[in-house]
Every structure is written in C-alpha cells, then in structure tokens.
C-alpha cells in the first residue's frame, strides 16, 4: 500500500471500524491489478469523510468543493482523455448536493469512473440524512426517524443512462476491487456503490453495534444478484441487501458521440488537441497494449509465487512436535475463552486461549514481566460512553 498512499499523510482522520479504509485498500488493489499507468490516473474527490481520500492516494488527485467531483472530473477528462479520471466521494456529495451533476454525466455516458462510498448519511457533518438514509433511520435532523423516501442509487444511475453499475458492501472487498479493475479497463460511465458503516455516527445513533457487527449483518443480509432489475435494489433499515454487477452494457461515450458530430461537421480533418481520430486511435491501441502486457507480466509473476508457495517443505522431527502442541490445546479451548463477554466477541480464539492455564505458552523474560503487571481477575468491559 505505501507505493499507492501518501504515508507522510498518515495516520488518516478515519474512525475505527469505519469501511472507508477497506474500501481505498480495494482500490489501490483494483489499481495494480488493472495495469494502467498510475500516472494516467487521476483522482476526484467532493467533500466529506469520503472525500478525504484524494488527499491520502499517491496519484494526481484534487480535492474539490462540496457536490463538485463530478464536473470537475468531467473538466479533467475533457481537457486530456487520456486520462483515466476517478471520482471517489460519498452519497452525501454525490447524490445530495451534486445529485443533478451525478445523472448528468450518467446520462451523457462520460468516460468517469465513480465509486460512491454510501453511509446512509453525511459523517463528516455530525450525521444528517442523507437521499439514501433508509426510512425510520434515526439522524441528527430526523431524531424521530426518517420520513423520506430514499433513493437506490443502481436504479437511479440506471434510470439515468450509466453503463456499468454495481453494488457491492465494505464487507465484499474483493469484489469491490475486482469491480473496480474492471471499470478502469471499461469505455464509460461506471458507478460502483458500496455499503459502508459510519460507526461514529450513523451506527452509534441507530444502536447498531459497532463496523464488525455492521459486517456481520452485511454478511447476513446480502443477497448476490448479478443482472437484476435495479428497481429491486431497494434498501429498507436493516433490511436484506441486493449486491452484484446490475449493468454492463456498451454505447458511444460522450466523446466518442462528440467526435462523431465532429467529423460530419468538418470531415476526417477534424482533430481534437492537434490529433486526428485515426492518430488516437493508434496512441489508444498501443497503451491497451502496454496495459496488457503489464497485465501479463504481473500474472506471471504471481504465477510463480503460487508454485513457490505451494513446494511442500522440507518435514524436520522438531519443528513437527512443536507444531502439534497448539493443536492439543485447541481441543480445550472453547469453554474457557467463553469466559468473559469481551473474549468470546471480540478476541480472536487463539488470544482468548492464552489466559487459560494450559493454553498459556512457556513465559519470555517479557510476557513475564506483562504476567506481573496485569490485574489478577478479568476486567470487565468499559461502559459505553454517553
Ligand atoms: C456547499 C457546502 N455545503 C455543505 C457543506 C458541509 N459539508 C461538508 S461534508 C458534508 C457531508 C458529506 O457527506 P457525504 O458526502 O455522505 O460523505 P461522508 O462524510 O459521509 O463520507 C457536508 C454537508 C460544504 N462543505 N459545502
Ligand atoms: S464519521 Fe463516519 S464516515 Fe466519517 S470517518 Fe468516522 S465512521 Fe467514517
Ligand atoms: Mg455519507
């Protein structure tokens, strides 16, 4: 990760467990794996939590004004279009305040890519609701519940005229890059929405748990629909949620239908930038190449890892029965890392064993040293705090 962010940027504003860090981990993942010139790419942000993320990817990268990623994403691929121009930002900006802009480039099929990071509310701001704040959510302007209706973002984008739309949640990271590799390689317009716990705001104030209790109940309520109409991509509170890959379809981008216009207007002479459509053309035919064979090198690549990975190791007597003392142990565990609520919840089993007698490993100088320091009985978990 540290090629693709700005480590002296580091540590970034984002709260525990919020899925916006998952979703940039994705992304600069979709990023290398694409195989396109990262200094071709360029990245948009609006304002908000989510608009941070401009200013932490190590890309040319603008954060702009509150609901304005789009047009001036949109500006940036007009005046170079070899560019790759991705808009990263949240529903809030997206849909709320740039909500016109957002159906605008959808309809014009711009060539953008725009992953919208949808917390069902404005975080940055002390959670208002936001168009797709499910109804009866509680937020700091609807302390009684949401009585709007909320947008689905899909339909909306499909209503619209996107060509590529998906929705996937914080919980699906995989998915989310393998979404977002694809739209990088895509003619387009491609939105990429993902479901994502604001656990400061929106999860505290709706008591929900915190973001793994939210990724548990992501992992519960998903329900995989490749190619569904998006009028049933509908979200209600806490209710099931429709993921997959919704559209995927070609049609003229807004350049390619400019050009076109163009040429009928002046003839084949017509030149955009001092180049003429079959010397575009030619640049563009030669950088999928050069993206391909990056593609390939990188597959190779990991090709040899897996089978230097998969040669069995050499077996060695000692190594083998230190190996198997573990297992013993794991035999006995359950009962005893049930002990304590914050143990069975949050720790991982193998943490939780190492406070039962038998589990315990052969004390270091240091854990010795932790052993004395630490309070004989279990503490309780903190209260929450009001
Ligand atoms: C023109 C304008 N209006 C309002 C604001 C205040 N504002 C800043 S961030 C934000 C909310 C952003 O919400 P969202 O886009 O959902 O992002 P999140 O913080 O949830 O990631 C608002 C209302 C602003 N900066 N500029
Ligand atoms: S306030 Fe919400 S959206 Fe913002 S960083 Fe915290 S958890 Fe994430
Ligand atoms: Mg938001």
Redesign the pocket.
């Known amino acids: 990760m540290a090629s693709v962010l700005r480590m002296d940027r580091m540590p970034h504003i984002w709260c525990p467990g919020c899925g916006?860090g998952s979703e940039v981990n994705s992304f600069a993942d979709a990023v290398k794996r694409s195989g396109i010139d990262p200094k071709k790419l360029v990245v948009v942000s609006?304002?908000?939590?989510?608009?941070?993320v401009a200013g932490y990817v190590n890309f040319d990268s603008i954060h702009t004004?509150?609901?304005r990623a789009i047009p001036v994403a949109t500006g940036i691929k007009l005046a170079n279009p070899e560019l790759t121009v991705v808009v990263f930002?949240?529903?809030?900006?997206?849909a709320?305040?740039?909500g016109n802009h957002l159906i605008h480039a959808a309809r014009r099929n711009m060539d953008l890519v725009v992953i919208c990071?949808?917390?069902?509310?404005?975080?940055?701001?002390g959670g208002?609701v936001?168009p797709t704040t499910p109804s009866s959510a509680i937020a700091s302007t609807t302390p009684y519940g949401n009585y709007e209706y909320p947008f689905s973002l899909p339909f909306l984008m499909d209503a619209a005229g996107a060509t590529y739309i998906a929705r996937w949640t914080s919980m699906h990271s995989r998915n989310v890059t393998q979404s977002i590799e694809e739209a990088l390689l895509r003619k387009g317009f491609s939105f990429i929405e993902v479901i994502s716990p604001?656990t400061t705001?929106y999860l505290r104030r709706n008591r929900l748990g915190d973001g793994v209790d939210m990724l548990q109940h992501y992992q519960d309520n998903s329900i995989l629909k490749h190619g569904c109409d998006t009028r049933e991509t509908a979200i209600d509170y806490q209710g099931k949620i429709v993921i997959g890959k919704f559209v995927d379809k070609n049609k003229p981008t807004y350049l390619e239908a400019s050009d076109k216009c163009a040429v009928k207007l002046v003839g084949d002479d017509y030149q955009l930038y001092g180049k003429t459509i079959p010397e575009r053309e030619a640049e563009e035919k030669a950088e999928k190449e050069r993206i391909a064979a990056r593609r390939a090198a990188m597959a190779a690549a990991e090709a040899q890892e897996q089978t230097a990975s998969a040669k069995p190791r050499k077996a060695s007597a000692p190594k083998a029965a230190v190996k198997k003392a573990p297992a013993k142990v794991a035999k006995k565990a359950p009962a005893k890392a049930a002990k304590t609520k914050f143990q069975s919840k949050v720790m991982p089993a193998k943490q939780a064993l190492a406070g039962t007698k038998k589990a315990a490993p052969k004390p270091t100088v240091k854990t010795k040293a932790v052993a004395k320091a630490a309070p004989k009985k279990t503490r309780k978990p903190k209260k929450t705090r009001k």
């Open positions: 916006i609006g304002i908000g939590c989510t608009g941070r004004t509150h609901g930002s949240g529903e809030g900006d997206l709320g305040i740039g990071n949808n917390n069902f509310t404005y975080g940055m701001t208002q936001t604001c705001l």
